[in-house]
């Protein structure tokens, strides 16, 4: 096939790439911020509000406050990756607005229901931007860096993010501040970085596989792509992409499915990490809350995201992954046993290391793959790329919602070791269907990872 597109697939890195980036990935930096600074001031917020641990309310207050931002999210993903199949650029910014509103209102709640009302607006922008983002930054990338691309602009801005939210933490904390001022001086903090990406936003070019494919705007397709590599293409014919929604999901309904369930399952042991491991974990450790999220973010996290940048377009998505979820799973086992067998010359300093390898082995692979969206855009043909992002995000946030409450629970039950345990159990799973189920797509034009080459050289 003779691409329209390929003078986007052949560009090499340029600056327009880069000012992409960073217009996608501030967005995606407030996630990380958002998302992660509850699991830090969680215990404040609660017992700000009066709700300790003996309240009949803390198991449940815990689970809505942690969860409500992430039940957003499953509804703002699937509102904006409908929305996305009228423009990819059309509701870009409105995102992070909405991300805006809602990180300024958490600082002017007054009751536990306000704040999860407030989290849970927030959290529908937050989908959004996890459909939008992943999606406008691989329809502008080139086929060769599109991988570290988006594992930086989306996968490491989110630790970037979270780990500014533990500083923040740790030096107003540091200023003798009060702690109810504290928590909601770093929960409003998130639309800082939002609202500085807004107008940007609104100026980033539309998508030429949007225009081509599915308005069917020749003109306008050869001015982005102009604008983007410096080339002029000459396009023949009409490439609006004529099949219906149904026609794809019939023929590909199985990779659809197996990113869905990998975002799925993935949210499920890394949330769990995210919401409560500053509070619940830590705690069993001895450690401050804003400490712990530091040492997970800079030591291990950000180290395994440097791993992905590094290989993702070179070895590949698909045994990146598989051996980060069996580094997830392998870090759980050992930290789970560790704190179960070794009784009285217990370190936390190992404890911390055990399970810091879970986040270094879970930035270097899935963190930085299935929740990072490439899997969605990457295996989904441009038609039907919003739904199905939509789609694999939602999957996502609802075992992430899931596991606010499933944790916690299974914690309380059956202690750490057993929940901990549990969560590497799911990380086998995933490992086994990535490589059962997900075919490889590194360097590939979208057109062929997605196999949209297939139908639009029928057409």
């Known amino acids: 096939m003779n691409s329209p597109f390929k003078p986007l697939d052949d560009k090499k890195l340029s600056w327009f790439h880069f000012k992409s980036m960073i217009t996608t990935g501030m967005g995606v930096f407030t996630d990380g911020y958002d998302l992660s600074s509850i699991g830090i001031v969680l215990l404040t917020v609660l017992s700000s509000f009066g709700i300790t641990k003996s309240s009949p309310s803390y198991d449940l207050y815990t689970s809505l406050i942690s969860g ?46 306000e704040l999860i009302i407030v989290r849970l607006l927030l959290g529908i922008g937050v989908g ?22 988006i594992a930086l602009g989306f996968g490491l801005f989110w630790g970037f993010g979270a780990t500014l939210a533990a500083i923040l933490y740790l030096g107003l904390s540091a200023l003798g501040l009060s702690p109810m001022i504290v928590w909601k001086i770093v929960l409003a903090a998130g639309a800082v970085p939002a609202v500085s990406v807004i107008y940007l936003r609104r100026k980033i070019p539309e998508t030429a596989r949007f225009l081509g494919r599915i308005k069917g705007d020749v003109q306008e397709l050869r001015e982005v792509v102009k604008q983007v590599s410096g080339s002029t293409i000459d396009v023949a014919s009409n490439l609006k992409d004529t099949n219906s929604f149904s026609f794809y999901f019939a023929k590909y309904w199985r990779q659809f499915l197996a990113a869905c369930v990998l975002w799925f399952l993935f949210d499920i042991v890394a949330y769990s990490g995210i919401l409560f491991g500053p509070s619940l974990i830590a705690s069993s450790l001895g450690v401050n809350s804003g400490v712990f999220q530091l040492i997970m973010e800079g030591a291990f996290v950000v180290p ?62 899935p963190g930085s793959i ?20 939509a789609l694999t995000v939602a999957s996502g946030r609802l075992g992430a919602s899931l596991t606010s409450f499933v944790f916690p629970a299974l914690f309380a039950a059956y202690g750490e070791s057993f929940a901990v345990g549990f969560l590497g159990a799911l990380a086998i799973i995933s490992a086994i269907i990535t490589l059962a189920l997900i075919p490889e797509t590194k360097d590939r034009p979208l057109e062929v990872s997605s196999r949209e080459v297939e139908e639009l050289e029928i057409q």
């Open 128 to 149: 959004a931007d996890y459909v939008l983002s992943p999606m406008i930054m691989a329809e502008h990338s080139n086929a060769k860096d599109r991988g570290k691309i």
């Open 68 to 113: 409500s931002a992430l039940i957003g999210a499953a509804v703002g993903a699937i509102i904006f990756g409908i929305l996305a199949n009228k423009g990819r650029k059309t509701f870009y910014g409105i995102d992070v607005s909405l991300m805006t509103v809602g990180a300024l209102l958490q600082a002017f709640v007054t009751t536990p229901l």
């Open 370 to 389: 299935s929740a990072s969206g490439m899997l969605g855009v990457e295996l989904a043909p441009t038609k039907v790329r919003g739904t199905v992002q």
């Open 304 to 365: 395994g995201g440097i791993i992905a940048l590094s290989l993702i377009d070179r070895t590949g998505r698909k045994s990146l992954q598989v051996l980060g979820f069996v580094g997830m799973a392998l870090s759980l086992f050992a930290f789970s046993a560790y704190k179960d067998l070794v009784g009285v010359a217990f370190s936390p300093v190992i404890a911390l290391i055990l399970y810091g390898g879970m986040n270094l082995a879970q930035q270097a692979g």
